[in-house]
């Protein structure tokens, strides 16, 4: 466990700007910052960052909260770990006790899984160092590749022995299980036991976006690879890595891609690895998997801007016409450089300085149209070819979802081809419009397929008694209400988290004839109290039992305590509601910026009482429909339907005049 005053200590050391920009390209909005949000597909930045307030929130999705909500949402850790993370950001010490035995087997899979990476990547890199066959065979390697021991070291580069079990036994007699070994990947069980999957390798560790291992790439010496296939043996799919939603380089290069704004995306560990050696920082690897969706939205949080830079020979260009089209449909900026034949990346990065290459790449990379008709249409006099490769670079563009930049490309193509704008623009409108009959019958089936679903929040609604004449009837109108959150609720709370330690009455007398201020909080609970009015979020009712609670202390700020509130869901519902209004009805976003805090807070208690009003007329009616000829039953109803009406109408009367009277 975390005691609160360390926690106090990393939350004063928080700054939210630097940790969601950690994971999210963020720019200067005024008095903000915005980026594109990391929790949907954002194609406008929507995503912002307070730094006074410390929170976040998308305008687009509504994700958002404090570093602790956005670190747990982002990298799908728990609370601990979050506060383990800041921890180790601001190089802030926290004091736990062992785990015990039976405290590690109860924790996740998951967590096991990241434990035992951990320790695997750091086995790697001793055995590397420290082991004389590590020393002998692994490093030499290295260096033969001309692989520098700082480079070495910023990307835990490894060896594992040649022994077919020296893993497995290392680990086991560390304490870490069999199963776990075998889950991650790192050992192959078969029924004599154990063997290690990267006996006799060098490796390579896949760090994710955030740091933490998750996966392992293993490459046969070059003695051993004549005639072999699999040069490299990579960790299978698991709990924690699936290859085509990791990048490899991302954690090490994510700083100089939003610095740079561009990312080079290259093939291979190795070609990673001599660009940051030669000084080129912004670079990726997909390692051999087919580009995917998720991995550029994963680039798309630090830039739109991205240059395919492959060797020149038949896989490299397969390589750069395989990932274009989904590129342009996720709003990347695409430009393409194939290598000279016989260079790739890792070759050509060490023939150079690091301004010989940028300079290089700055001068031969071109757009994606140039680069297709270059490969596809050029020289080619085959009518039927020709036109299907047009045909191809139309469609292409067809996906780009920004409308001016289609434009753009559709008029450069038309003067590179000598071929009439509006014949290009007829085709990729036919293809536009034949895109979308088929995502909308896609649509219509999968919502065919898709069950309805009833509304699942259940609470109940109790009052008894109230000290207004006006609500003194609420009590028989209220037992059989069906519940449902509502909106007014939303901005009774809101109006506590904000300003909930604010005094709206003064010099109050009490029951047993003192007198006292009543803040937002306390008057809220205090006027509900009388009915036994209950929010049906419990969040609700937990948020007003400890704003009124702490009403009276001096330095109690509502906004704060809640938004570094120990309940994750609690800041969480906090600061979603004090960085932006709630969106709600018109007529309640108009209500909430008339008039004073205290009247404000009067109109929105006799909303919610309108409201229970409400919804008794409605199932009374619904009852008397439904009643049948039961005579007793619909005079019953009747009478009552009649004095709700009349409790209605005061109701309206009332918050149809000024609520305060001077």
Request: aromatic letters at 8%; proline letters at 3%.
């Amino acid at each position: 466990m975390i005691d609160r005053a360390t926690i106090d200590k990393i939350m004063d050391a928080t700054n939210i700007v630097d940790v969601v920009g950690e994971f999210v390209t963020l720019r200067k909005a005024g008095v903000n910052y915005k980026g594109l949000c990391p929790f949907h597909d954002d194609t406008t930045p929507s995503f912002m960052v307070s730094p006074s307030k410390q929170i976040c929130k998308c305008f687009a999705c509504g994700e958002g909260g404090t570093a602790i909500n956005f670190l747990m949402k982002h990298e799908q850790i728990t609370y601990p770990e979050a506060l383990r993370w800041l921890a180790k950001k601001y190089n802030i010490e926290i004091q736990e006790k062992e785990l015990t035995d039976e405290e590690k087997q109860q924790q996740s899979d998951r967590e096991s899984m990241f434990i035992v990476n951990e320790w695997a990547k750091t086995y790697f890199q001793d055995v590397l160092k420290n082991d004389p066959d590590g020393i002998a065979i692994g490093k030499q390697y290295f260096r033969s590749r001309g692989i520098r021991d700082d480079i070495v070291e910023k990307f835990c580069l490894g060896f594992a022995l040649p022994q077919k079990d020296a893993l497995a036994k290392a680990a086991q007699k560390a304490g870490y299980q069999a199963e776990f070994l075998e889950k991650t990947g790192l050992c192959i069980k078969n029924e004599k036991g154990l063997y290690d999957r990267y006996a006799g390798r060098v490796i390579f560790p896949w760090l994710n976006v955030s740091g933490k291992v998750v996966a392992f790439g293993g490459r046969l010496l070059d003695a051993r690879t004549k005639g072999v296939q699999q040069k490299y043996v990579n960790s299978p799919d698991s709990e924690i890595y699936h290859k085509d939603h990791e990048l490899y380089g991302l954690f090490q290069a994510k700083k100089a891609i939003a610095k740079e704004d561009r990312v080079y995306m290259v093939e291979g560990y190795t070609d990673v690895i001599a660009m940051h050696q030669s000084g080129i920082e912004n670079v990726v690897a997909n390692s051999g998997t087919a580009l995917s969706v998720y991995q550029i939205k994963l680039l798309r949080r630090f830039t739109q801007n991205i240059t395919l830079l492959y060797d020149g020979d038949e896989a490299g260009i397969h390589a750069a016409m395989r990932g274009t089209d989904m590129l342009l449909a996720e709003g990347m900026n695409i430009k393409v450089l194939l290598l000279p034949d016989g260079d790739d990346p890792d070759s050509f990065a060490k023939k150079h300085s690091a301004q010989e290459l940028k300079d290089y790449i700055e001068k031969n990379q071109t757009d994606f149209i140039t680069f297709k008709t270059r490969l596809t249409v050029e020289n080619v006099t085959d009518p039927v070819k020709r036109s299907e490769a047009i045909g191809g670079i139309v469609k292409s563009i067809s996906v780009i979802p920004d409308q001016i930049l289609r434009s753009t490309y559709l008029s450069e193509l038309s003067q590179r081809l000598d071929i009439k704008e509006q014949t290009l623009l007829n085709s990729m409108n036919g293809m536009i419009r034949k895109d979308l009959e088929e995502k909308e019958k896609e649509r219509q089936r999968s919502q065919e397929n898709t069950p309805a679903e009833g509304n699942s929040q259940t609470a109940d609604i109790s009052l008894t008694s109230h000290l207004s004449p006006l609500t003194s009837h609420l009590s028989p109108l209220t037992s059989n209400l069906s519940p449902l959150t509502s909106e007014v609720e939303t901005l009774l709370i809101q109006s506590i988290i904000r300003d909930g330690e604010k005094v709206i009455f003064e010099h109050v007398e009490t029951d047993d004839g003192e007198f006292t201020d009543l803040t937002v909080a306390q008057y809220v609970s205090y006027d509900l109290g009388q009915d036994n009015i209950l929010f049906h979020n419990e969040l609700y009712n937990q948020i007003l039992e400890e704003a009124a609670a702490h009403g009276g202390e001096p330095d109690f700020k509502a906004e704060t305590y809640f938004m570094h509130h120990p309940d994750v869901n609690i800041s969480s519902l906090a600061a979603h509601l004090a960085i932006d209004t709630h969106q709600l009805g018109k007529s309640f976003q108009l209500k909430e910026r008339e008039g004073s805090l205290r009247q404000h807070v009067l109109h929105l208690v006799l909303d919610l009482r309108m409201d229970i009003v409400e919804k008794r007329l409605k199932e009374l009616k619904a009852q008397m429909k439904q009643v049948g000829s039961d005579m007793d039953r619909i005079k019953t109803l009747m009478a009552e339907f009649k004095e709700t009406q009349e409790l209605r109408n005061a109701l309206a009367q009332q918050l149809g005049n000024d609520v305060v009277n001077g």
